[in-house]
């Protein structure tokens, strides 16, 4: 069984990039020893994560990349995204479960991050992110 794997790589600003990355980094994430629950929870912060980079961060100019480091071991995995745009003020943010904020079709990948991962933390001015996730070990392994 494979014990833990690192991968960094550079994408261009193409949502097109992201599910497949995203595949395949849960591929390997499940290999390790992570749930199908917390495979799935990775899955969903890795790719808003992405998403908000190309979409927020390098407000879609194809030139611009997202850098994609990821060191994952059968106890936990950490990525780290980083997009090439000015960053955003992350503390303060609208409350997506809170009055009108409930009715906004976007406003929800940061709070979807912070409750899928066990520890967020934005840098750079908000151009990168750093999430942690801790792994409960499947019976057996």
């Known amino acids: 069984m494979e014990q833990?794997?690192?991968?960094?790589?550079?994408?261009a600003t193409d949502l097109s990039q992201v599910m497949p990355l995203v595949e395949r980094i849960a591929q390997k994430v499940l290999a390790l020893?992570?749930?199908a629950?917390?495979?799935?929870?990775?899955?969903?912060?890795?790719?808003?994560?992405?998403?908000?980079?190309?979409?927020?961060?390098?407000l879609l100019i194809a030139k611009?990349?997202?850098t994609v480091k990821v060191?994952?071991?059968?106890?936990?995995?950490?990525?780290?995204i980083h997009d090439q745009g000015k960053g955003?003020?992350?503390?303060?943010?609208?409350?997506?479960?809170?009055?009108e904020n409930t009715e906004r079709i976007s406003g929800r990948?940061?709070?979807?991050?912070?409750k899928l991962m066990d520890d967020i933390e934005f840098y750079d001015a908000g151009s990168g992110?750093?999430?942690v996730k801790s792994f409960r070990l499947k019976p057996g392994a």
């Open 88 to 99: 955003f003020d992350f503390s303060n943010l609208r409350d997506p479960t809170q009055g």
């Open 4 to 11: 833990q794997f690192t991968l960094e790589e550079t994408l």
């Open 37 to 58: 629950e917390e495979t799935f929870q990775v899955k969903l912060a890795l790719e808003e994560a992405l998403t908000n980079a190309m979409r927020h961060g390098n």
């Open 71 to 80: 060191k994952a071991s059968r106890e936990r995995i950490i990525l780290d």
């Open 109 to 114: 990948g940061v709070f979807l991050m912070r």
């Open 33 to 35: 020893t992570a749930s």
């Open 64 to 66: 611009q990349v997202v």
């Open 129 to 131: 992110v750093k999430m």
